[in-house]
């Protein structure tokens, strides 16, 4: 199992990431901008050989990505409703995506088996994303995946949400009923 760290692109919106390992040596490139129909992501072998990229099919509340791997298309994925816990299921490759945009943590399942999982960690730059992947061939769609997810779930600063809700309220872990909601309402109402 190989562990990627990606950095928030909500600050660089037209830039290009790097993807490290946990050594830190730079392992892939991630190319591209969001935000109109068409617009895509292309992700680059060090070597500067094109390896995948995701595309935007469509825009609004329930917006739609076409994955190609090698110039071939081989699935999509689109955004489904949830805010506490989220699955979403991916066309042609038959991957699902359990987790919560809440925490940004998700498992992707190819059948029972796990392909790679997500999840956010503080490092001294800041938060990013550490993907840990199974196989070295899931690598590419697993980092256009997580990107998408990091889009939909954009925030200015990237600390999850969970995480900070417990900043204000520490109680908040043992009373997670509705005060989530009354928590997440003040947070929102603070920013404006």
């Known amino acids: 199992m190989r562990q990627l760290y990606i950095r928030d692109r909500s600050t660089d919106l037209h830039g290009t990431t790097v993807i490290r390992d946990k050594d830190g040596k730079s392992c892939y490139l991630l190319v591209g901008k969001w935000g109109i129909r068409h617009d895509a992501l292309s992700l680059y072998a060090i070597s500067g050989a094109l390896l995948a990229e995701v595309k935007q099919l469509s825009l609004g509340l329930l917006p739609k990505f076409a994955l190609y791997v090698n110039r071939q298309r081989v699935g999509t994925i689109g955004k489904g ?3 506490v816990q989220q699955v979403v299921y991916i066309r042609g490759i038959n991957w699902i995506i359990v987790g919560s945009p809440l925490t940004s943590r998700y498992r992707v399942f190819r059948g029972s088996h ?47 949400l969970l995480a900070k809700l417990l900043k204000r309220s520490p109680n908040l872990r043992t009373s997670m009923s509705f005060s989530i909601s009354n928590q997440l309402n003040s947070l929102i109402n603070t920013k404006k």
């Open 81 to 83: 409703f949830g805010f």
């Open 114 to 160: 796990l392909v790679f999982s997500i999840n956010p960690v503080k490092l001294s730059g800041g938060y990013c994303h550490e993907l840990k992947v199974n196989k070295k061939d899931d690598e590419p769609l697993a980092i256009l995946i997580a990107s998408i997810l990091n889009h939909w779930a954009r925030r200015s600063d990237q600390e999850p």
